[in-house]
């Protein structure tokens, strides 16, 4: 072999070593490349994650808009337990004329305008509480006092509403919680609606504010008739109805003006529509009613036994779907929502 050919051998084989070298540094490249690019993908740039993160901020987002009180992810709870570990049946009730509504604000700081959800479970209904009122301020406060702790022992999602009839007229009980109802479904799509006077007080939180598949009247028995259910089809005081139960009856009638019969007239829409009421037992059904004289500006309502007569061809138009009013304004308040009414006055 000359050295020419001993030199070109080299070359060759030299050639083959580069090249060689050059192929293993290329892999070697690709394959740091490839695994940065593997956790790029993984931890920065997976559509999935970022999709699941952009479905997280949209339900928070929806949660934020919906009702006042409606804040957490609710999507991540489990539903609450089917009983309340946190009722503790029958209570002893205090009305101390000292009390004011700052005390119980401070008491109550997991409401917010008026609303409420549990913090670690899915509430099982989502329940409005509708209050019609007017002149009872203390009350109200009774009622604010010993409501929200019996419901957050329930552990419900409910939010308080206070219908308060604007001006002197003569009061109506039904028609404002015509309105109550109308203005609440505007703030949630509230499942169970509950029609409650202002001056009864529950005693026992085993009386549950949820709605039932039948109209149910949770007033079975007051310490001022010693606890006795005053007549079969008494349907006064407070009641739970459910959205479509309250929509089936078209609601109260709104031509009750004064007191009485407004009730009476509900219970005829129900059975009108082959629903019956159910009631909770007597030993949890029971309530305290404040003491009150009739208010001025609620007289007997005289016209109530006729009235009923009619609520068989009368219904149908004469309920939510005629009920016409100006709010004169909406304030959403700690612990309920004040909406303040003009229902006008009776025609003729
Ligand atoms: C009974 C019924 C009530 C209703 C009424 C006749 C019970 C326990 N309750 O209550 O549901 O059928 O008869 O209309 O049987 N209100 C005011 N300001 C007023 C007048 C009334 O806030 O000036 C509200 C308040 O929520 C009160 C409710 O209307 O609780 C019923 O009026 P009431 O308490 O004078 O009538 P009462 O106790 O006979
Ligand atoms: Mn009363």
Redesign the pocket.
């Known amino acids: 072999m000359g050295l020419c050919t001993a030199a070109k051998k080299f070359s060759r084989r030299g050639k083959y070593v580069v090249l060689i070298g050059l192929l293993l540094s290329v892999l070697a490249w690709i394959a740091t490349f490839s695994g940065e690019t593997d956790k790029t993908i993984s931890f920065n740039f997976d559509p999935t994650l970022t999709l699941v993160r952009q479905d997280k901020l949209r339900d928070k987002l929806n949660s934020w808009t919906r009702a006042p009180g409606h804040w957490n992810l609710s999507t991540e709870k489990d539903e609450c337990p089917k009983e309340s570990p946190l009722l503790v049946g029958a209570s002893k009730l205090s009305f101390e004329s000292s009390l004011n509504l700052k005390d119980v604000e401070s008491k109550n700081k997991g409401v917010a305008k008026g609303a409420y959800e549990p913090a670690d479970c899915k509430a099982r209904q989502s329940v409005a509480i509708l209050?019609?009122?007017?002149?009872?301020e203390k009350h109200l406060l009774y009622l604010l006092h010993h409501l929200h702790p019996f419901l957050q022992r329930q552990q419900l999602h409910y939010a308080i509403y206070v219908i308060h009839q604007a001006g002197d007229a003569i009061?109506n009980?039904a028609k404002l919680l015509n309105v109550g109802y109308l203005e609440a479904i505007k703030d949630f799509s509230w499942e169970c609606f509950i029609l409650h006077?202002?001056?009864?007080v529950p005693e026992n939180d085993r009386n549950l504010y949820i709605c039932d598949q039948q109209p149910k009247h949770l007033?079975v028995g007051?310490n001022v008739t010693g606890y006795k259910l005053?007549y079969k089809g008494y349907f006064?005081?407070v009641t739970a109805m459910t959205k479509d139960q309250f929509l089936k009856v078209n609601g109260f009638s709104n031509n009750y003006w004064g007191?009485?019969g407004?009730?009476d007239d509900l219970r005829v829409r129900v059975e009108l529509q082959k629903m019956t009421i159910v009631r909770p037992p007597a030993d949890v059904a029971r309530y305290t009613?404040v003491f009150?004289k009739?208010?001025s500006?609620?007289q007997i309502n005289k016209n109530r036994m006729r009235l009923l007569g009619q609520t068989t061809k009368m219904w149908r138009n004469d309920g939510l779907n005629s009920c016409s009013y100006k709010i004169v304004s909406v304030e959403r308040m700690p612990l309920y929502v004040n909406i303040t009414v003009d229902i006008g006055q009776p025609q003729s």
């Open positions: 209050i019609p009122h007017r002149n009872r009061f009980r006077d202002v001056d009864l007033v007051r005053r006064g005081g007191w009485g407004e009730d009613m009150h009739r208010d500006g609620n």
